[in-house]
C-alpha cells in the first residue's frame, strides 16, 4: 500500500496517534535502525517475525499474567508493567534461556560424585 493511499484510507488523528506511539516504542526499546537486506533475507526474516509475533500473541494474551490496563495510564509505566509480566509469564512458560549452576555436581561412573566449581 502506497504511502498516499494509507493517508486515505485512516484517518489523519490515527495516523497522528500511530507515529506517536511508534517514536514512544522506539525510545524505550533503544530500537535501531534494520540494515539493508536483499529479498532473499526479507522472506527468512519475514517467516521468523510471524512465528515470533504468534508465539508473543499467544504469551501476551495469557490473562493470567496480563489484565486490562486503564486507559489513562503513562506510557512508561504501562510498558514497566508489561515488561515485568512478560517476564513472569515467560519463565513460566519455560521461554526463558536455561542459566548453567556454577556448582554443579554429578556421580562419575565409578559412582564416585564429582563437583565442578567454577575457577576463582
Known amino acids: 500500500m502506497s504511502p498516499r493511499a494509507v493517508h486515505e484510507l485512516i484517518d ?5 496517534g500511530a507515529v506517536e506511539m511508534f517514536q514512544a516504542i522506539a525510545e524505550m526499546t533503544e530500537a535501531a535502525a534494520a540494515p539493508e537486506i ?3 533475507l526479507a522472506t527468512k526474516f519475514s517467516w521468523r ?3 515470533l509475533t504468534t508465539l508473543a500473541d499467544l504469551v501476551g494474551s495469557d490473562a493470567m ?6 486507559l489513562l495510564t503513562p506510557i512508561d509505566t504501562y510498558w514497566r508493567d508489561a515488561s515485568n509480566s512478560a517476564r ?6 519455560g ?3 536455561s542459566t548453567p549452576r556454577a556448582d554443579l555436581a554429578i556421580k ?3 559412582g564416585k560424585r564429582l563437583t565442578y566449581r567454577q575457577p576463582n
Open 12 to 16: 489523519p488523528a490515527c495516523l497522528d
Open 95 to 97: 521461554l526463558v534461556p
Open 108 to 110: 562419575g561412573a565409578a
Open 65 to 70: 499474567f496480563f489484565g486490562a490496563t486503564p
Open 38 to 40: 536483499d529479498d532473499d
Open 49 to 51: 517475525l510471524a512465528g
Open 88 to 93: 513472569r509469564a515467560l519463565g513460566t512458560k
